[in-house]
């Protein structure tokens, strides 16, 4: 009887494992989400007409997102916003996003600003865990005189193992 219960337990553990690992194994995003190059991702972003800036006396014309791998546990990210004008503030919120549970969880957060200048940059690594995809999620905020400009942003993700 024993032996039956202990063969039994170890079949049912088995099966928990194979299972836990066969998930983790095909946790990934949709494919329309992955880079090409599952080490680097990046998004660029540019005013899309002449007439956007000038119907605006203030506006972000331009930013470019990147994250790419830098160890099996961590990445980089790189950004860059820049106005049509001097602003008073720039502020950009980073957001490594981890694919988890068939959706996008945020993982790191940190901020970027810079006052009174047309541009906005900064890049960093961040320590994550080995074995998911990420992404780079960018919210640019740029302010002059009460007017208001935002963008955002999502890169393509990579993979980190």
Same mark, same amino acid.
């Given at each position: 009887?024993?032996?039956v219960f202990?063969?039994?337990?170890?079949?049912?553990?088995?099966?928990?494992?194979?299972?836990?690992?066969?998930?983790?194994?095909?946790?990934?995003?949709?494919?329309?989400?992955?880079?090409?190059?599952?080490?680097?991702?990046?998004?660029?972003?540019?005013?899309?007409?002449?007439?956007?800036?000038?119907?605006?006396?203030?506006?972000?014309?331009?930013?470019? /997102? *990147?994250? %790419?791998?830098?160890?099996?546990? +961590? =990445?980089?990210?790189?950004?860059?916003?820049?106005?049509? #004008?001097?602003?008073?503030?720039?502020?950009?919120?980073?957001?490594?996003?981890?694919?988890?549970?068939?959706?996008?969880?945020?993982y790191s957060?940190?901020?970027?600003?810079?006052?009174?200048? /047309? *541009?906005? %940059?900064g890049s960093?690594?961040? +320590? =994550?865990?080995?074995?998911?995809?990420?992404?780079?999620? #960018?919210?640019?905020?740029?302010?002059?005189?009460?007017?208001?400009?935002?963008?955002?942003?999502?890169?393509?993700?990579?993979?980190?193992?």
């Amino acid at each position: 009887m024993k032996k039956v219960f202990l063969i039994m337990l170890v079949i049912i553990i088995a099966s928990v494992s194979i299972k836990a690992f066969a998930e983790a194994l095909f946790d990934t995003p949709p494919a329309s989400q992955i880079s090409s190059n599952l080490d680097y991702a990046s998004t660029t972003w540019s005013s899309s007409t002449q007439k956007d800036i000038e119907d605006s006396n203030f506006a972000i014309i331009f930013v470019n /997102d *990147s994250i %790419s791998k830098s160890s099996s546990t +961590s =990445v980089s990210v790189f950004s860059l916003t820049q106005t049509n #004008a001097t602003a008073g503030a720039i502020i950009v919120e980073l957001c490594v996003q981890r694919w988890y549970n068939n959706k996008w969880e945020n993982y790191s957060t940190t901020d970027l600003q810079a006052i009174g200048t /047309d *541009s906005c %940059s900064g890049s960093l690594t961040i +320590s =994550v865990q080995s074995g998911y995809y990420y992404r780079l999620a #960018a919210s640019h905020l740029a302010s002059q005189l009460g007017q208001i400009s935002t963008v955002h942003t999502y890169t393509k993700s990579v993979f980190v193992n």
